[in-house]
């Protein structure tokens, strides 16, 4: 069956949502949001039933998005990544990204920026792999590496430059050391990493940060006249806290300032229209 890329006009840009994978947390899920009362679960689960399985467990979608304009196409996250991916030891890999860009009809290779909104490991997956992990025309990921031999890791967009919050690198031994080698080594080495500090005009869109999960988190803010959409990043994570904007969920970094963060941008005046593009909840695209 055909993967689904749903889509979003905002003016004469496109936002694509890029399915990579779903499955449940890994913890219960009223541990993630230890303040939430009785009466917000069932409000939250009314709003987005789906997030929920047969065992009461939260089910995440984990997906990236695709910004396609006039002047080329921007990645917003890159999922979690093949099966030797970061993510590996708790999240469903490998991921369908690559099917994913087939479908809404990208190559890899046009991809001329990738915004990564933050260092967790299902958000950063598929930016830079090794060969092996890389599907070949047939849809399959090539051979291992020969016995003893160091799998050399590249952008897996092998044109665009990598964006992130230079607060997010300057935390990146606190948030996960493995991603030196694993993700910013590669990039810097080619030349393809670009730090960032605060809000950034991109070529479609900008870049705004949100702190507060981590660090250097950032979203993306498009903008035509009063439509807005926000691709969130995990500024938020489940529909509590797109309900319960003040709900803080127990693996942000700094509560408070996430707080802060999410009201600021989901505060939008009532002449204004916005979207909210999610990677975790099981609608992409909503309207708030």
Same mark, same amino acid.
């Given at each position: 069956?055909p993967?689904?890329?749903?889509?979003?006009?905002?003016?004469?840009?496109?936002?694509?949502?890029?399915?990579?994978?779903?499955?449940?947390?890994?913890?219960?899920?009223?541990?993630?949001?230890?303040?939430?009362?009785?009466?917000?679960?069932?409000?939250?689960?009314?709003?987005?039933?789906?997030?929920?399985?047969?065992?009461?467990?939260?089910?995440?979608?984990?997906?990236?998005?695709?910004?396609?304009?006039d002047?080329?196409?921007?990645?917003?996250?890159?999922?979690?990544?093949?099966?030797?991916?970061?993510?590996?030891?708790?999240?469903?890999?490998?991921?369908?990204?690559?099917?994913?860009?087939?479908?809404?009809?990208?190559?890899?290779?046009?991809?001329?920026?990738?915004?990564?909104?933050?260092?967790?490991?299902?958000?950063?997956?598929?930016?830079v792999?090794?060969?092996?992990?890389?599907?070949?025309?047939?849809?399959?990921?090539?051979?291992? /590496?020969? /016995?003893?031999?160091?799998?050399?890791?590249?952008?897996?967009?092998?044109?665009?430059?990598?964006?992130?919050?230079?607060?997010?690198?300057?935390?990146?031994?606190?948030?996960?050391?493995?991603?030196?080698?694993?993700?910013?080594?590669?990039?810097?080495?080619?030349?393809?990493?670009?730090?960032?500090?605060?809000? #950034?005009?991109?070529?479609?869109?900008?870049?705004?940060?949100?702190?507060?999960?981590?660090?250097?988190?950032?979203?993306v803010?498009?903008?035509?006249?009063?439509?807005?959409?926000?691709?969130?990043?995990?500024?938020?994570?489940?529909?509590?806290?797109?309900?319960?904007p003040?709900?803080a969920?127990?693996?942000?970094?700094?509560?408070?300032?996430?707080?802060?963060?999410?009201?600021?941008?989901?505060?939008?005046? #009532?002449?204004? #229209?916005?979207?909210?593009?999610? /990677?975790?909840? #099981?609608?992409?695209f909503?309207?708030?």
């Open positions: 069956m993967l689904s890329v749903p889509r979003l006009r905002i003016g004469s840009t496109e936002i694509i949502a890029l399915a990579d994978g779903e499955g449940p947390f890994f913890a219960p899920r009223a541990e993630a949001f230890p303040g939430a009362t009785a009466a917000q679960w069932a409000e939250a689960d009314r709003y987005d039933p789906d997030a929920v399985d047969a065992e009461g467990r939260w089910r995440l979608r984990f997906r990236a998005f695709a910004i396609r304009g002047q080329g196409v921007t990645v917003v996250d890159a999922g979690i990544g093949p099966a030797d991916s970061p993510a590996a030891s708790w999240a469903p890999v490998p991921g369908v990204l690559p099917e994913s860009l087939a479908a809404a009809g990208i190559d890899p290779a046009e991809v001329d920026t990738v915004v990564l909104t933050h260092l967790h490991t299902d958000h950063v997956g598929w930016a792999v090794t060969e092996a992990a890389v599907p070949s025309a047939g849809g399959t990921a090539g051979g291992a /590496p020969p /016995p003893g031999s160091a799998a050399a890791r590249r952008p897996y967009f092998p044109n665009a430059e990598y964006l992130l919050q230079r607060a997010e690198f300057d935390a990146i031994d606190a948030l996960n050391p493995q991603l030196r080698e694993a993700l910013t080594d590669p990039l810097a080495a080619a030349g393809r990493l670009r730090l960032l500090d605060g809000d #950034t005009p991109l070529r479609a869109g900008r870049a705004v940060a949100t702190p507060g999960h981590t660090p250097g988190h950032q979203s803010l498009v903008a035509d006249g009063p439509e807005l959409a926000l691709i969130t990043g995990d500024l938020l994570v489940h529909a509590l806290q797109l309900l319960h003040e709900l969920y127990a693996h942000e970094i700094d509560p408070e300032t996430a707080r802060s963060s999410r009201e600021r941008m989901l505060s939008r005046g #009532t002449a204004t #229209t916005l979207h909210v593009a999610t /990677p975790h909840l #099981t609608e992409p909503l309207p708030v």
